[in-house]
């Protein structure tokens, strides 16, 4: 069993993001289960969203406390907390990098790894809503869990109904994430 | 077809299927995805039912209650302070004998307001008359909502079914399961056709008055009715078992691992999927732990419970809500059950877990497992905060 947990405001897509993710591990033919908590319950506020990934159904509803995966989609959460609160020995954090937030260094074989996601979504779109997508690719990357062709299709199904060029700009988000993280040196 | 599905989604879908001429609801948390969904649904075309959108849960309700009475197939869900503005309707869907089917996703009542999940709201409406079934997955949400409807219009109940789903855990989460198609509901359930109904035609009156000499024996009836229940949910959900191929238990309760547990978990909702984890841990340990999960909470399966309990040396019944002053719910009626095995019952504990939303972990359901050998307990809240309970001097 795996477990992904993002860090997010309620607002930022972690729920979309997570229920991509796992609609790439149920195409693939594994079990995700993807569940939101929100803790203020407002716009902005922090919250998470989690996804758990088994070979069978997963029957734990519990909230995810030792994930292997960590996405973080706005660094400024990690002002005030520490998102590495029971992350895995041997885990790895995908981090959307904020410029002037300094981002706490992983310990022992954790892997941290900061990708200029609103920079990319920027380049392909002039806005930042493609943060997300950018994080997913780099995520399949990052985590050798997932293909980018599986990453891709999950953002093709995903989006379908939003036409091409909303899919198009997606699959360019997803490939440039993926790429990021490959072309970082290890 | 199998599908990476929210709950919400999953349980708009199913009621689709099962095709309602009247849906009437109104938005609260957690419960909102699924009649976005149906209204979506309505405006698309399709589903050929009328969405009446009211100001407030008690018109839902109510107009739930007028498309039941004129013979159409409804549908309403809601939550926590939605059922409780809807309380005095949901008593006389019942009383009326609508065959309406409504889904609650649970959650705390207020004050301090709460939009997290437990299974507080359900118990106010407990004493109504309700069918008042639960589900673990989304998968059982699906197929508990299709039998809800079998079950609600058969001549033999008459009676309204509620179909609980834990809020946010099952409602927000997204999983894997089998939708039915068009066509295998169809077959499961054909179309409601009763004569009893509001029609001008043939003009009647429904929930009339009755005085002392006729009160009594109509609230006699729905108990017997429930009683009868216990045959017909069994009967029901086995149909269901044959034309779905699948589904577990009996449709009132389902053990897990309770054949040779000197351990069981007593419990309803989602938590006893987390409940399984940790019997499968102790099991691991060479301890022989069980689960028994309670599907229909009423009519309540005092004999299935009983004989599931009978050979348990000790026994966790874990409450995702109280009767403040009293008991667990679950608890209260679990020792009822065990009372008839006399000198054989085993030793009962009861907790009290996951009140507002606070997490079940795997953890706090060892806790209560650990606690099962040390002193009895009735009504143990399990995670409290202790620096919180400081008195305001």
Redesign the interface.
Do not use: C, N, W
């Given at each position: 069993m795996k477990e992904i947990r993002i860090h997010a405001r309620a607002g930022q897509g972690a729920?979309t993001t997570?229920?991509i993710l796992?609609?790439a591990y149920?195409s693939k033919g594994q079990?995700?289960?993807?569940?939101?908590?929100?803790g203020a319950?407002r716009m902005g506020a922090p919250m998470n969203a989690f996804v758990r990934i088994d070979d069978k159904?997963?029957?734990?509803?519990?909230?995810v406390?030792n994930p292997d995966y960590l996405i973080v989609v706005d660094a400024t959460l990690m002002r005030g907390f520490d998102c590495y609160v029971g992350f895995k020995d041997d885990g790895i954090a995908i981090v959307n990098e904020r410029e002037g937030i300094e981002i706490p260094q992983p310990r022992g074989k954790q892997k941290l790894f900061m990708v200029p996601a609103g920079k990319i979504s920027t380049e392909i779109m002039g806005k930042t809503l493609l943060v997300n997508t950018v994080l997913l690719g780099a995520y399949a990357a990052a985590t050798g869990e997932l293909k980018l062709e599986d990453m891709i299709k999950a953002i093709s199904d995903r989006f379908g109904d939003k036409g091409k060029a909303i899919v198009d700009m997606n699959v360019e988000a997803i490939k440039k994430g993926y790429q990021f993280i490959k072309d970082t040196p290890r | 077809m199998k599908q990476?599905i929210?709950g919400s989604h999953a349980v708009a879908e199913i009621i689709k299927l099962c095709r309602p001429g009247v849906v009437s609801a109104y938005p609260i948390?957690p419960q909102t995805h699924i009649v976005e969904d149906l209204a979506l649904m309505v405006a698309n075309k399709e589903l050929n039912a009328q969405f009446v959108n009211v100001e407030s849960e008690h018109s839902a309700a109510s107009v739930v209650l007028g498309g039941e009475s004129t013979g159409v197939r409804s549908y309403t869900a809601t939550s926590s302070q939605g059922l409780l503005l809807m309380a005095e309707v949901v008593f006389n869907i019942a009383g009326l004998r609508l065959p309406l089917v409504m889904t609650t996703a649970n959650r705390a009542i207020s004050a301090p307001i709460n939009?997290w999940n437990d299974q507080q709201d359900v118990m106010t409406v407990r004493d109504s008359g309700w069918v008042l079934l639960f589900a673990e997955?989304n998968q059982e949400a699906v197929d508990l909502h299709v039998q809800a409807y079998k079950l609600a219009e058969d001549k033999r109940v008459m009676l309204p079914v509620m179909v609980n789903m834990?809020g946010?855990?099952l409602t927000?989460?997204?999983?894997?399961l089998d939708m039915p198609s068009q066509k295998e509901v169809d077959k499961f359930l054909p179309p409601y056709k009763t004569t009893y109904k509001l029609d001008v035609e043939n003009p009647l009156t429904m929930g009339y008055l009755a005085d002392p000499d006729y009160y009594l024996e109509i609230r006699y009836m729905v108990q017997d009715t429930h009683k009868q229940l216990l045959d017909i949910i069994p009967q029901v959900a086995d149909d269901f078992k044959k034309a779905f191929k699948r589904g577990e238990g009996n449709g009132l309760v389902e053990g897990y691992k309770i054949e040779d547990a000197d351990q069981v978990f007593v419990a309803m909702g989602?938590?006893c999927?987390?409940i399984?984890?940790v019997v499968d841990d102790l099991r691991a340990k060479g301890k022989k732990a069980g689960l028994l999960k309670v599907i229909s909470y009423r009519p309540f399966p005092k004999a299935c419970v009983a004989s599931a309990l009978a050979r348990a040396k000790e026994v966790a019944v874990i409450d995702k809500s109280i009767s403040l002053g009293a008991f667990g719910p679950l608890y209260t009626d679990v020792m009822v059950a065990v009372s008839s095995l006399g000198s054989e019952m085993p030793k009962m504990s009861g907790f009290v877990l996951g009140l507002g939303g606070r997490?079940?972990?795997?953890r706090s359901i060892m806790d209560t497992y650990e606690r099962l050998f040390g002193k009895q307990v009735d009504c143990e809240f399990i995670g409290l905060k202790q620096e919180l309970l400081v008195e305001d001097k």
């Open positions: 729920i997570a229920s796992g609609y149920f079990y995700p289960y993807a569940f939101p908590h929100f319950a159904p997963v029957r734990l509803r519990s909230q406390y | 990476f929210e948390t939009i997955t834990d946010f855990i927000h989460g997204m999983e894997v989602s938590v999927g987390s399984r984890d997490d079940i972990t795997k």
